[in-house]
C-alpha cells in the first residue's frame, strides 16, 4: 500500500522556487519523511529527511505541516541540472529499506 | 563523500547464463542493498545484507541470489537470466548515523536479456 500520494509532474521556470507536495495522511509518530531524486539514467540521489521540524540543507528546505499529514519539498531557485524525478518516502528510522513509489517528474524549463 | 560503485553500466546477456553483479562501497557501511526499477513499478527491494554473509530477503527475491563475504562488496547472481529480469538494477548502501539512515545508491546496471 502507497504510503505517500505526489503529483505524477510539475513544471518550473528556471531560476524560480520549486514546491513539490506529498500526502502521507497516515504517517505514524515514529516514521520520518525522506526525499530523494534521480536525475535520468543515474541511482537516486538523497536530498533531505524531517521527523517533524522543518529541516533545510544546501540542496533543498523541507517543510512539514504541524499534523504531519503532508510535507513540501522546496528548491529555492531551480536550475535545469534540477530536472528529475523527485520521490516522497516515509520510514520508519530503523527500518531496513526504502518504498519507493513513482514520484513528480519536475521539469525545469529555460 | 560516499561512493558506490557497480561493475557496468550496461550488459547485455542471454537466456540461460548465470550473471553476477557487483557492487563496492568505500564507507565501512553494514547495510548494503539491490534493488531494480522498472518503468511504473518504481524501485523494488530484491535482497539487502546487514553483516557479512548476512542476507535477507527483499520484496521480489525469486530468481536471484546474493553473496556477501567482504563488508565492502555485495554481489546479485542470476542464476539463470531470463528477460523478465531486463532491467535497471540498483545497489545502495548505509550505515546507521546518528539516528539518520541516509541511503546512497551506485548509479545502476541496466541488464538486457536476449
Known amino acids: 500500500d502507497a504510503k505517500t500520494t505526489q503529483p505524477t509532474s510539475m513544471d518550473c521556470a528556471e531560476g524560480r522556487a520549486a514546491n513539490l507536495p506529498c500526502n502521507h495522511s497516515?504517517?505514524?509518530?515514529?516514521?520520518?519523511v525522506y526525499w530523494y531524486r534521480q536525475i535520468h539514467s543515474q541511482g537516486p540521489q538523497y536530498i533531505i529527511h524531517g521527523l517533524k521540524n522543518n529541516e533545510t540543507n544546501e540542496m533543498a528546505s523541507l517543510i512539514i505541516t504541524e499534523d504531519r499529514k503532508s510535507s513540501t519539498l522546496i528548491l529555492p531557485h531551480a536550475t535545469l541540472r534540477d530536472t528529475a524525478v523527485y520521490y516522497c518516502i516515509v520510514r520508519e528510522n530503523y527500518g531496513q529499506n526504502f518504498v519507493f513509489g513513482p514520484g513528480t517528474r519536475l521539469s525545469v524549463l529555460p | 563523500d560516499v561512493k558506490v560503485t557497480q561493475s557496468s553500466r550496461y550488459l547485455v546477456k542471454r537466456t540461460g547464463e548465470k550473471v553476477f553483479l557487483e557492487c563496492v562501497q568505500d564507507m565501512d557501511h553494514e547495510n548494503m542493498f539491490w534493488y531494480r526499477q522498472d518503468p511504473g513499478l518504481g524501485l523494488r527491494l530484491i535482497y539487502f545484507?546487514?553483516?557479512?554473509?548476512?542476507?535477507e530477503k527483499g520484496d521480489i527475491p525469486e530468481g536471484y541470489s546474493v553473496s556477501r563475504e567482504k563488508k565492502e562488496r555485495f554481489s546479485l547472481i542470476l542464476e539463470s537470466a531470463s528477460t523478465n529480469q531486463t532491467s535497471m538494477y540498483l545497489c545502495?548502501?548505509?550505515?546507521?548515523?546518528?539516528?539518520?539512515?541516509?541511503?546512497?545508491f551506485g548509479p545502476g546496471t541496466r541488464l538486457t536479456v536476449t
Open positions: 545502495a548502501s548505509s550505515q546507521l548515523a546518528g539516528g539518520t539512515y541516509e541511503q546512497y
Open positions: 545484507s546487514y553483516d557479512v554473509k548476512m542476507k
Open positions: 497516515t504517517i505514524s509518530g515514529n516514521e520520518y
